[in-house]
Structure formats: C-alpha cells, structure tokens
C-alpha cells in the first residue's frame, strides 16, 4: 500500500503538464452551428464543407465619403475607431447571399490585418467590406493588404491616401475602384464570427485567400493617427467550422 501511494505525486504532476498546454477549442463540423468572436486564425487545412449559399458580388467605380470614425463618441482615438469609405447611393454596390440582397454600406480598414492564416506572417492591414440586408443581417467580406514599394494597383491607396489625422473628419473621395480592391482569385474562406468592435454582433464572414497590395508608406501613414498598437482586436481563441468557397 505504501508503495502504491508513494507513486500518485507522479500522476498529478503528469496531468497538470496537459492542462498548461490545451489544444485550441475547435468548434466541431457537426451539432449546432454557433457564431464565435472574431477574429480567427483561419487553418486552411479545417474543411467543414462548401461554403453556402453563393454569393454574388456586384461592385463598380463608386464616390463616396472618407471619414476617420470616433465610433465610441468618446473623443479619443482607440482602437474602436476606424478609417472608412461610405459610398454614395447612386452606384448601388451589393451582393447577393443567396437570392437576398445585401448593399455594401462601408469599406473600412483596421491596421494592422485583424485575420491570419495559418503558417502566415500578419498582413499590415485588412479591409471589411461590410454589407446589411433590409433586416440588418451583416455579411463582410474580408481582404488582407500587403505593403509594397509599388502595389500592382492603387485601389487601395486612391482612398487611403492623404488620410487626416483630425479624429471625426470626412473628406470626399471620387472613383473609388471597389472591384479593384478584391484579389483578382476568388478563393474565400466563410465562418460564422462576430463584429469585431463594439457591439460584437453576429456576422458571416467571407476572407479571401489572396492577399491584395498597396503602398507600405501609404498604410504607415494611414495607421499613424492610432498609434504602434494600431486598431485591430486580436484574434480570439476558438476556432470556427470553416467552409472553402469562392467567394
Ligand atoms: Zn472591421
């Protein structure tokens, strides 16, 4: 008996080195789907089916308005606040989700890239391209920007450009090229995440694979007014089920 004993500190020793190093908790492909917070890591290798339903998008040239967002009304730069393109209504850029239309209500930018796939350096910056049904239903599409000396096209740099550091400016931008600031491939990955800035509702997300570029001083520039830290949220910790699409 004594001798039996004497060898269960071994066992608890064993068991408290698996708990210090969990697995991440991973939303499993099968049971009821849930949203989690966002954003992920995204593991392309997690395949929980094709994505549905398809989407089309449908955007254009459009003009708008530029504005540096204090969206917490609090007066002060955090990382709640954007920089953000809100389009005219005469362009009408959407999608459909299936056979419902969604209209592209803003495009705005987090520095540095809020998404990352795995085996992936973080990208610099990202774009949400956030769209609403007439119930408020959200769907963004995601896009990771590189910073280059010359990028491929100045989609991005055209509205990032001469971004004000006033808190709560607005500006007019013309011509804006939103086709022009998709990747030219098409591959996306969906999962059911949330906002992530307050209120953190619910939202199908569609990240493209492809990066996009723009000009690394020009996303330096943009991301200054908030500082090193930047205004992303960090990625959160459980993964979700993640269906390939394409979008
Ligand atoms: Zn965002």
Not at 12 to 33: D, K, N
Not at 57 to 78: E, H, T, W
Not at 174 to 195: Q, T
Not at 214 to 237: D, E, L, M, V, W
Request: one cysteine or more; charged letters at 15%; glycine letters at 8%.
């Amino acid at each position: 008996m004594l001798s039996r004993l004497a060898r269960l500190p071994i066992a608890v020793v064993t068991t408290a080195a698996l708990i210090a190093a969990p697995a991440q908790a991973r939303q499993a492909c099968t049971g009821a789907p849930g949203h989690v917070q966002s954003p992920v890591e995204i593991d392309r290798s997690q395949n929980c089916g094709a994505a549905t339903p398809a989407i089309t998008i449908s955007y254009g040239f459009a003009d708008g308005q530029m504005q540096f967002r204090d969206k917490n009304l609090n007066g002060v730069v955090d990382n709640h606040d954007d920089v953000s393109f809100i389009p005219d209504n005469f362009s009408d850029p959407h999608i459909m989700y299936g056979t419902t239309k969604y209209d592209l209500t803003e495009v705005h930018y987090h520095f540095d890239a809020e998404h990352k796939f795995q085996g992936q350096a973080a990208a610099p910056a990202e774009a949400h391209f956030v769209h609403k049904d007439a119930t408020g239903d959200t769907v963004v599409l995601g896009v990771l920007i590189d910073g280059v000396s010359v990028p491929a096209t100045d989609a991005h740099d055209h509205p990032l450009n001469g971004v004000p550091t006033t808190l709560g400016a607005s500006w007019s931008v013309g011509s804006v090229n939103l086709a022009g600031m998709l990747p030219a491939g098409k591959a996306s990955f969906r999962y059911s995440g949330s906002l992530t800035s307050s209120p953190y509702t619910p939202v199908h997300w569609v990240v493209f694979n492809d990066h996009v570029e723009a000009t690394g001083s020009t996303i330096a520039q943009a991301k200054a007014p908030f500082g090193t830290a930047g205004n992303n949220r960090n990625r959160q910790n459980v993964a979700p089920r993640i269906h390939p699409g394409n979008p």
